[in-house]
């Protein structure tokens, strides 16, 4: 079935720093991805999207890259703040389907 | 315009007794959807309604699970015996229209502890 990874459990960066969020996918047919941001007592909150006929996409602050041949995800975080600190998914929309495929999450930790 | 909201918050109970997850979406939302994070683990979709039918129910894990959305409005997840492999903290999330993708605006979860 389809999955979806991510590289690194824990990113620790310091505040002011950029912050770079990595994730893998394995269906190539796979064409919606999603980026959320989870703090703590929270739910997933939708930061950036993008769809397979882009390879980047820029918010504020945050840039989502795709890379369709090594089937890759990342999320850059420009000038990372305290208030970033939280548990990043990747999540990839199931192909033909309304269901998202989730990442096991990056827990963000911005130190001053 | 409030979000999509879950009850209880927080549940702690035994092993072999029954509970039940209530979620409201956000009204007009024809769409609802429940997901699953155990403990460090990736968030698992378990089932989605549109309006008051089961669209997909391929997530469930097994008949101890029963999702309802009598009326279209909120639904709830009943977890009836519950084991200890139950424990998370359970999502709901609704979307509207029948378009994909809209996007899927999540409540903030119920945390279940399986004793």
């Known amino acids: 079935g389809e999955s979806v990874g991510l590289h690194l459990p824990t990113l620790s960066v310091q505040e002011g720093d950029n912050s770079i969020i990595n994730c893998a996918y394995s269906?190539?047919?796979?064409?919606?991805f999603i980026w959320y941001k989870q703090e703590s007592g929270k739910g997933p909150q939708f930061i950036i999207d993008?769809?397979?006929?882009?390879d980047k996409r820029q918010g504020q602050r945050v840039t989502v890259l795709l890379n369709k041949t090594v089937k890759h995800l990342s999320l850059q975080i420009a000038a990372t703040q305290p208030g970033d600190s939280a548990v990043y998914f990747c999540?990839?929309?199931?192909?033909?389907?309304?269901?998202?495929?989730f990442g096991t999450g990056t827990r963000l930790q911005v130190f001053p | 315009e409030a979000g999509v909201t879950q009850f209880p918050s927080h549940s702690v109970i035994e092993k072999g007794q029954t509970v039940t997850l209530r979620c409201d979406p956000i009204s007009g939302h024809d769409n609802l959807y429940w997901y699953r994070r155990v403990m460090g683990k990736e968030i698992k979709f378990l089932l989605h309604f549109v309006k008051e039918s089961k669209q997909d129910e391929s997530g469930m894990p097994n008949n101890r699970f029963l999702a309802e959305r009598t009326g279209g409005t909120y639904s709830t997840l009943k977890v009836q015996p519950a084991e200890l492999e139950d424990s998370g903290v359970y999502f709901c999330?609704?979307?509207?229209?029948?378009?994909?993708?809209?996007?899927?605006?999540f409540g903030p979860g119920t945390r279940l502890t399986v004793l």
């Open positions: 993008i769809r397979s006929n882009m």
């Open positions: 999330a609704s979307s509207q229209g029948f378009v994909t993708y809209n996007e899927q605006f």
């Open positions: 999540a990839v929309l199931s192909y033909n389907t309304d269901k998202l495929i």
């Open positions: 269906n190539s047919a796979s064409d919606y």
